[in-house]
C-alpha cells in the first residue's frame, strides 16, 4: 500500500521557522523525483520545492527563495521542506508529491499557519 504521510505543521509566529517531514512507503522511493507544494486558502496548489532522484534541489516559488530548502533521505524514505523567516503569506496546506515514470503520488497535506 502507497503512503505519504506529511508530519511538522503547525502554528508559528511570523519570522519562525518549521520542518515538514514526509515519509513514504510502498514503492521506490530512491527513483522518485520528490516535491513540495502548497495550497493557500481561496487559491490553486502550487510547486514549492523538487529534488531529483540524484538529489538536486530547487525552490521553484520566487518567494520561498532565499528562506526554503527541500532535502531527501533515501535511507528513512523521507523528504523534507525547510522553512525560515516564515511569513502570513506561508499559511497554506503543505504537500508532498512523489513522481517516477509510472506512478504519482500525493501525500494528503499538514497545514502551516503563521500569524500573531
Known amino acids: 500500500q502507497v503512503q505519504l504521510v506529511e508530519s511538522g505543521g503547525g502554528l508559528v509566529e511570523p519570522g519562525g521557522s518549521l520542518r515538514l517531514s514526509c515519509v513514504a512507503s510502498g514503492f521506490t522511493f530512491a527513483v522518485a523525483a520528490l516535491s513540495w507544494h502548497r495550497q493557500a486558502p481561496g487559491k490553486g496548489r502550487e510547486l514549492v520545492a523538487r529534488i531529483g532522484w540524484g538529489g538536486d534541489a530547487i525552490t521553484e516559488m520566487e518567494s520561498a527563495k532565499g528562506r526554503f530548502t527541500i532535502s531527501r533521505d533515501n535511507t528513512k524514505n523521507a523528504v523534507y521542506l525547510q522553512m525560515n523567516d516564515l511569513k502570513p503569506e506561508d499559511t497554506a496546506v503543505y504537500y508532498c508529491?512523489?513522481?517516477?515514470?509510472?506512478?504519482?503520488?500525493w501525500g494528503k497535506g499538514t497545514l502551516v499557519t503563521i500569524s500573531s
Open positions: 508529491r512523489a513522481l517516477g515514470l509510472d506512478f504519482d503520488y
